[in-house]
């Protein structure tokens, strides 16, 4: 995969389902093809699966239980190449040059995987987006949990 011993860079950006599937992936690939160095970018240090952040929402779950330190995912014995973490946000792309500007410095790539996620896409209705709660993360299901609770504790 390297050509002239020169490490070929895998960059993923994002480690939410697609970006920390890719890294895992990458894990397994990288301990047969030393020419091949991938590092993990994600502006958290943790991951959480989407499908179960209901139950924190619900409160049958405390959020630390469906959290895991992407350090500790991506040191998982069943994979032997190495996967770099960098906790960053990222502030750019610039493709020409195959740069990332994080807001800790720049990362170089030969291969780039944007995995970023979404928002929620309100279609210009001010008032939907002012009275509504989101539900695509940890905190948002922990501010419904507690704005369910505050209606509930007034009745």
């Known amino acids: 995969m390297a050509v002239g011993g020169d490490k070929k860079r895998v960059l993923i950006l994002g480690a939410g389902a697609a970006g920390l599937g890719v890294a895992l992936e990458l894990k397994k690939a990288t301990a047969g093809a030393p020419g091949l ?14 499908p179960f952040i209901w139950h924190v929402l619900s409160g049958s779950v405390e959020p630390s239980h469906i959290s895991f ?31 990332v500007s994080t807001d800790d410095g720049e990362l170089d790539w030969d291969y780039l995987v944007v995995a970023l996620g979404s928002t929620t896409n309100f279609f210009g209705m001010a008032d939907v987006e002012e009275n509504s709660l989101s ?15 505050g209606i509930a504790g007034t009745k």
């Open 69 to 99: 330190p992407l350090h500790a995912l991506l040191r998982r014995r069943s994979a032997a190449g190495p996967v770099k973490f960098r906790q960053s946000r990222v502030q750019g792309i610039d493709v020409e040059k195959k740069v």
């Open 135 to 149: 539900f695509k993360s940890l905190r948002d299901a922990v501010n419904i949990h507690n704005h369910i609770l």
């Open 37 to 50: 160095e991938a590092t993990l970018v994600d502006q958290r240090n943790y991951h959480h699966p989407l």
